[in-house]
């Protein structure tokens, strides 16, 4: 729980240094990226955030999570497990968009078995909402 907290502050400095760089923001490649997701099961979801180059992979990681979050309340779910994570960098410096990718399941309930990426979605949009809405 400890190791989460510290992960937590250092991705909100790393999310609000990145503030003038990036926006929080639905995909848009004319404004260098943003979230978007696809539904894959009744419960299941598969979201992305994809940035430019100067976006660091943990900014684009939180940013990922935060989305995840929002999408799991916003379905009327409380919590949210990553399934599957998957890390893509773009060919060139020049070209194409860093990306995140969460596959995650959403859950009315706390089961009584999870791993360890496993998140309440009040707690983290609590946890990230100021950095996040710097970044807006």
């Not at 760089?21 to 099961?41: N, P």
């Not at 299941?44 to 799991?72: N, W």
């Not at 060919?91 to 968009?97: E, K, V």
């Amino acid at each position: 729980m400890r190791r989460k907290a510290i992960a937590l502050v250092l991705v909100s400095i790393a999310i609000a240094g990145c503030a003038q760089q990036h926006r929080y923001q639905r995909f848009d490649i004319f404004r260098g990226g943003g979230y978007h997701e696809t539904k894959i099961g009744y419960d299941i979801y598969e979201v992305t955030y994809e940035g430019g180059h100067s976006v660091s992979t943990t900014t684009l990681g939180a940013l990922v999570t935060y989305r995840c979050a929002e999408l799991s309340l916003s379905n009327g779910y409380k919590y949210f497990e990553v399934q599957k994570g998957t890390l893509k960098l773009p060919g060139s410096y020049a070209t194409g968009f860093a990306s995140v990718t969460k596959t995650i399941r959403m859950y009315k309930a706390e089961p009584e078995k999870h791993s360890i990426e496993f998140y309440s979605a009040a707690k983290v949009i609590s946890d990230y909402r100021e950095s996040i809405e710097a970044a807006r």
